[in-house]
Every structure is written in C-alpha cells, then in structure tokens.
C-alpha cells in the first residue's frame, strides 16, 4: 500500500515554503484546500468580480450566471429531486438557524415539541433549544444505540401530533457514524412531521442521496468538502421555501416595498439578502468539480483504507479509549475517532502532538451534552482527508505513546 | 515551527504529576467553580480563611497538566498568606501567565515555568483559570461546594 496519498501534492499548505512536515487529522473541523480550489477562488475575484443579480451589466450577469449554475451543480451534487429549492448560506449554522426561525417557530407554542437526537452538534442544537425555550415547548432527546447511531425506535416513540421537525445529523462530528437518515425521515412523515438532516460531516463521504433520504431540509457547508468557509447551503424539499418568511431582511428580496410595507418575491433569493458571496459559491463549485474528478470511488475507498488502518492502529494502543468502540453492524467505517489517553487530558495531547506538527481536535468538538452522556469533558478526534496517508497514522501512534509517558498520572488513576 | 515541548517544563510537570492542594479535604469556608469556555474544564478551588489569613486550600477537577499543575503553585504560593496581602501575592502571576509581567525577574522565579504560557495564547486560559477562580472563591463568602 502506498505510504503517501495520490493527492496531497494538490494541497499548497503541504509545500516546501508552507507546511511540508504537516500532518493535519482534524479535516473534520475543516478540510484543506486543493489549489483548483484557491486558484478558482483568486481568478473570479481578479478577473470576474462583480455584484451578482442586481447591475445591468454583463460582468454582474456572469457573477448571476455563476451563481445560478452553482446552484444546479450543488442539486446535482445532492441528487436533489427537481421540486425543490436551494439556498446559498454562510454555512450549516446559519441553514439551521433560517429552519428553525423561520420554518418551525412560527408554528410554535406551548403544546409543541421538536426531536433532535443526543449526538447533535450545538449547531443543531441550540437554535431548537431556544425556540422551544421561548415558546415554553419541548425539546426531545433522541437516544443512541450501543453502536453509536440514532435509536429509531426510541426516535418513533418520542414523534406524535404536537412533533413540528426532526433535526438530526447524518454523520455525527464525534461518532462518525452514518445515521438511519432516509429509516428516520419515512418514520417522521407518516406523522406527518419535517425532518432537516445536518449534513456537514456527511457530505464529504461522498454519495449524499437527497432523492433516496426523502428529507425536508438538508444543510451543509463548502469548508467541510474542500471548499470556502462562510458558504453553505440550505436544501429545502417542494413548496417550503414560499411558505416561509424571509430570515434576515435586506437588498434584493422584495418584489416591491414602501415605507410602510413590503412584498417579498418568492424564491431561495427571499433568504440571500445582500450581496452574494459569489467568491465562496465559486470555490464550493470547483471543489465539487475537484472532488467528481477524482472519482468518489476513489475517494471512497481511500478514506476507508484509512479508516480501517486508524481505528486498528489505535486498538492497539491499550492506553487509548474510544469514546465508543467501533461496531462492524455499523454501515460504513467512521472518517473519524474520538478518543481519551487514560491519564491524561485531551488538551495536553494535542499541545504535545502540535510539537511534532500533528494537528488534531481536542475539547468537546461543540458537542458538549454528548459528552457529559460519555462522563467526559473532552476528547481528541482524529479525522481524515484526502491528503492523509498511512504515514500520518503512524506519526499519530508514536507521538500517542509520547504523550502517554510524558503526562500519564498512573498513581492517582 | 512552535516548541509545545518547551510548554512542559520539568517544574511544571512535577507539580502537574504531584499537585499540591489536589483533592485535599479541608473545612471549607470559601469556594468557588471556575471554567474554561474553550474547553468545558471545570475547577473547583475551596478555601479556609480563619483569623484573616489562608490556613488551608484545596482544588479538585479534571484539569490539563497546565491549569492543574498552575493551582498546584498557587497552593504552595497562597497557604498561610494573609487576606490583605492576596492582591499583591497573586498579581505576579497571572501577569507572568498574561505576559505583562515587567518587574525584575527574580522576584517571580517560582513562576518561571509559567512565564513560558504567554508563548501559547490558546493556553493562557488554562493557566488563569485555578487564580481566577481562587478570587471567585474569596469574594463567595460560605459558598459551600456542590
């Protein structure tokens, strides 16, 4: 097997004046970015720049052209069924953040309840746990399974007429597991209830069915497959898009407005107030280009060579604690593990690991009610990306054991 | 390229694997629970104050090597100091920790270890957070743990 990723010299950070000894395993957090992507990125702002879908001129409707076609190549990208709308975001939180305003708390009241599950990032948890705060409603806990995804039949239980959205995330930023997304959303709409899937870790295994889950809304963010941050996206299935008021007002949303009211037109533009980051939608755009290039059986199959290769590599280490041990019932190998050194805090590994320039997560990964259910604090995750290798994994293992003897308290265990 | 090695200094992994005041039980007068936002650590520092002066303190949490081995020293620095004397005893410190220690550098060789955090700011926290929530703790009059 070969020891270094076929990709990793399209990453600049990797080069020589850049960061060449970097072994970087936190691609969960963010990925790196290709240099089709930068370059994509630099050439529209140089040479194309313009205020999309407002001047008169042809360099804003090339900036219009580019936007739109983003959107097309995003609802391929999803395999979005053809009645349905996309939203150009800043990223996963603010998709959320616009579903929940907008979509469930105008419905909202003291009878109601909203199901999200234990593993949620705080992303996809705090914009429901205010709502139902505001309006005195319920907020409902999904648990997990022992194999570290939602429990549908415990998730069933907690859904009934009162119900107004599942939000749940299709790849826990902890676990890594693939959650019974497409098992969760045919339970909730024979009840008649919304589900929105948080796709932020999942899109970037590729695959992301939209057609086949079935879902009401999906939300995700470029940063996450190798594109920009501060862009994201906001699926939203059929009409649901027009039965919702706008979320943040501005330039560009009204059909027309006085100064006592306004009339606001009917379409994902109603939630792209001001200027578009066309720069962002862009680089979203060639990353998927980059990624489809590549292959996504490539992709694929590289990420769970290494998948394998890690979660074997630290079952080895006895001294290393998965927060959840992996179960192989569970539908594909986690791009990521989360895990402790007995003895020693999380914190401290990823200092000592930065010293050798292994770059890893460690902390709650804003995921803090999933680990207090852990008994824990906090954790170092390790996730991988394109441009990881065996060799990375093997760094990970001998700077583990260096942190091991350097901090472990073994009296006091 | 950083030296996070160099973070860890013999002095401070000492304390770090032999705390002082660690778990220690006392009769509490004073205490407090102080976290840090970055990484969801709590510490709890309690405290005895009888007749005016620190005759006891003690810190439990599950801390990193930094925060724990920082309250370690601020044990060994504060027990059997007076109240009145606090402000000063702690300020050099947390300045040291902070970087905006600009007195002669003998008078905070005790803190020597801690004088090299300032170098790694996303770790500032973890080193204040035992001194802060000492001042907590003191101001928390017969605020009893739990």
């Known amino acids: 097997m070969a020891t270094t990723s076929a990709w990793k010299h399209d990453f600049p950070i990797f080069s020589a004046n850049a960061h060449p000894k970097l072994c970087y395993l936190d691609s969960a957090a963010t990925c790196l970015t290709p240099k089709h992507v930068a370059d994509a990125m630099y050439h529209y702002q140089c040479y194309s720049h313009a205020n999309s879908h407002k001047g008169l001129y042809q360099l804003s409707a090339n900036a219009t052209e580019l936007v739109e076609k983003g959107r097309n190549k995003v609802a391929e990208f999803l395999n979005a069924p053809t009645q349905s709308e996309l939203v150009f975001t800043s990223g996963t939180t603010e998709s959320i953040n616009i579903v929940a305003n907008c979509f469930v708390a105008p419905k909202m009241n003291r009878d109601a309840n909203i199901v999200i599950s234990s593993a949620e990032h705080h992303a996809n948890l705090l914009p429901w746990q205010e709502i139902c705060r505001l309006h005195d409603a319920e907020l409902r806990i999904a648990p997990l399974t022992l194999s570290g995804i939602i429990d549908t039949k415990a998730l069933d239980l907690l859904l009934d007429n009162n119900t107004l959205i599942v939000a749940i995330s299709h790849v826990s930023n902890v676990l890594g597991f693939i959650n019974p997304v497409a098992e969760i959303c045919q339970l909730a709409h024979k009840k008649g209830i919304a589900v929105l899937i948080d796709g932020a870790q999942a899109v970037a295994h590729g695959n992301v069915n939209i057609a086949e889950i079935g879902c009401d809304f999906y939300t995700f963010s470029a940063h996450k497959l190798y594109g920009p941050t501060g862009c994201g996206v906001l699926y939203a299935k059929g009409d649901h898009l027009s039965h919702m008021p706008p979320y943040i007002l501005g330039g560009g949303i009204i059909n027309k407005v006085t100064f006592q009211e306004a009339e606001y037109i009917n379409s994902p533009l109603k939630f792209e107030p001001g200027s578009h980051n066309v720069v962002g939608i862009v680089g979203l755009v060639e990353a998927i280009d980059y990624l489809n290039d590549i292959s996504w059986f490539d992709i694929t199959r590289h990420i769970s060579d290494l998948s394998t290769y890690l979660v074997d590599k630290l079952a080895d280490l006895d001294f290393v604690k998965p927060l959840l041990k992996h179960n192989c019932n569970v539908q594909s190998l986690p791009s990521l593990v989360s895990f402790q050194l007995e003895g020693v805090h999380a914190h401290d590994v990823a200092s000592l690991l930065d010293s050798e320039n292994i770059a890893v997560r460690a902390g709650h990964h804003c995921a803090q009610p999933l680990h207090q259910m852990f008994g824990v604090h906090s954790s170092i995750r390790s996730s991988l990306g394109l441009y990881n290798s065996y060799q990375d994994i093997d760094r990970l293992v001998i700077a583990l054991n260096n942190a091991y003897q350097l901090f472990a308290i073994r009296e006091l265990e | ?146």
């Open chain 2, 1 to 146: 390229m950083n030296t996070t090695a160099g973070l860890y200094q013999k002095v401070l992994l000492e304390h770090h694997k032999n705390p002082l005041g660690f778990h220690n039980k006392i009769a509490i007068t004073h205490s407090a629970t102080g976290a840090n936002v970055v990484c969801g650590d709590e510490i709890t520092v309690e405290v005895n104050i009888t007749a005016g002066k620190v005759q006891e303190l003690a810190f439990l949490g599950d801390s990193c090597a930094i925060c724990r081995a920082s309250a370690s020293m601020m044990c060994q620095h504060l027990l059997h100091q007076p109240l009145s004397q606090i402000a000063n005893l702690i300020k050099v410190p947390m300045d040291l920790i902070k970087g905006e220690y600009t007195a002669a550098v003998n008078s905070a060789e005790c803190f020597s270890s801690l004088a090299v955090i300032k170098q790694y700011p996303v770790r500032m926290q973890c080193a204040l957070l035992p001194w802060q929530t000492f001042i907590s703790a003191i101001n928390n009059k017969n605020e009893q743990r739990g």
